[in-house]
């Protein structure tokens, strides 16, 4: 079974390391206990996957966002927080929702539209934009730098399949997407 979950999240683009040490945690927590009554293996092995992600996944210390943005802010450099994942996932209205409770807190707020990928994308930070009030840069890699100076927080609205930062890129900005 735990050969069938290395193949399904390597399938699933989950890198080859990523996914043998889940597999090992899963294994790991499944030695020498018992297997529960009407519960079947697989139902065991997914609860065991779940527990192994939230281990992962669960910051090792408290993190607090809006200390990070002030010390951030007193250095005189702009706090930026990229919202990733797959598409369909809600990263546009995380976002939304990230630069209205940053707004209440009197942070400045800008949005930056990275998605080449989906149509309607744009439009779709567009529409969160004017309904915030909120500037949205969407004009390319090349001048949105000269736009971020001025502010204290940026969402990047990234695609969802996958945006890479090459090293090749100029000034180490993104370089674009690929498939």
Known sequence: MLDQLRSTLLAKNVAHGVASELCES??????????????????????????????ILTPKE?????????????SGRPYSIVFIG???????TSLAKTAAYLM?????VS?????TFRS???????THALALEVPLYDRGYDKVEDC???F????????????????????GRPSGCFN
């Not at 209440?104 to 400045?108: A, H, I, T």
């Not at 309607?120 to 567009?126: D, M, R, T, Y």
């Open 104 to 108: 209440s807190k009197n942070f400045k």
């Open 152 to 171: 204290y927080m940026m969402g990047l609205g990234c695609v969802g399949r996958c945006c890479a930062w090459h090293s090749k890129s100029p000034k």
């Open 26 to 55: 899963v294994c790991a927590s499944l030695v020498d206990t018992k297997q529960p009554s009407f519960t079947t293996l697989a139902t065991t092995v997914r609860t065991a996957l779940e527990n192994a992600l939230t281990r």
């Open 120 to 126: 309607g994308a744009i439009e779709q930070l567009k």
């Open 86 to 92: 797959v598409n369909g996932v809600g990263k546009s």
């Open 148 to 150: 971020l100076c001025n």
């Open 111 to 115: 949005i930056t539209a990275c998605d």
């Open 62 to 74: 408290p993190f607090e966002l809006l200390q990070s943005i002030g010390r951030v802010n007193a």
